[in-house]
T-cell receptor, first 113, second 111 residues
Framework: DGGITQSPKYLFRKEGQNVTLSCEQNLNHDAMYWYRQDPGQGLRLIYYSQIVNDFQKGDIAEGYSVSREKKESFPLTVTSAQKNPTAFYLC????????????FGPGTRLTVL | SQQGEEDPQALSIQEGENATMNCSYKTSINNLQWYRQNSGRGLVHLILIRSNEREKHSGRLRVTLDTSKKSSSLLITASRAADTASYFCATDPGGSYIPTFGRGTSLIVHP
């Protein structure tokens, strides 16, 4: 997990609330990603960013929003529009423009009460 | 649907045995990667094999790639209880630099 951190590790949310998951990296990577992991479904891409102030929707972006104001940071907001947000969320980074190694954070487990 | 699909979904072996898991994919790729995930943790990169390579080794890991069959295998030799984890393959379908992950193989190594 070295070089990329996520917080908090566990997060509980009431229905109707927005929550923001933090992701920070000190690897000087241009590209950052957010994935959602549900049991038996592997990783699904929510959003990705190739460069500061730019980001693209992934396969399951509905109900989520992101920002990329700094190279080091790529926070994910889970909005109340996301109907089934309980999941394990993983942030990753990589050298921009390549398909080389992704470095993952330790993850945030979000539970909606 | 997933680009890469691992097989088997679950594998249970004794310590010291070899573990083999496979990954099949659908479209052409530039490279294929294998990752490991311990329960409740982030993924850790194990090995990358490029489309012009057929085999790669890293310690007790051996990865093969057969582009004609669109498949890859990960062999862990002399497994240890600490190898217990889920293993995922990731491909870059159609040259996209966004890797696509399979559902993973859950490996349990009994001491």
């Amino acid at each position: 997990d070295g070089g990329i951190t996520q917080s908090p590790k566990y997060l509980f949310r009431k229905e109707g609330q927005n929550v923001t998951l933090s992701c920070e990296q000190n690897l000087n990577h241009d590209a950052m990603y957010w994935y959602r992991q549900d049991p038996g479904q592997g990783l699904r891409l929510i959003y990705y960013s190739q460069i500061v102030n730019d980001f693209q929707k992934g396969d399951i972006a509905e109900g989520y929003s992101v920002s990329r104001e700094k190279k080091e940071s790529f926070p994910l907001t889970v909005t109340s529009a996301q109907k089934n947000p309980t999941a394990f969320y993983l942030c990753a980074s990589s050298i921009e423009g390549t398909t080389d190694t992704q470095y993952f954070g330790p993850g945030t487990r979000l539970t909606v009460l | 649907s997933q680009q890469g699909e691992e097989d088997p979904q679950a594998l249970s072996i004794q310590e010291g045995e070899n573990a083999t898991m496979n990954c099949s994919y659908k479209t052409s790729i530039n490279n294929l990667q294998w990752y490991r995930q311990n329960s409740g943790r982030g993924l850790v990169h194990l090995i990358l094999i490029r489309s012009n390579e057929r085999e790669k080794h890293s310690g007790r890991l051996r990865v093969t790639l057969d582009t004609s069959k669109k498949s890859s295998s990960l062999l862990i030799t002399a497994s240890r209880a600490a190898d217990t984890a889920s293993y995922f393959c990731a491909t870059d379908p159609g040259g996209s630099y966004i890797p696509t992950f399979g559902r993973g193989t859950s490996l349990i190594v009994h001491p």
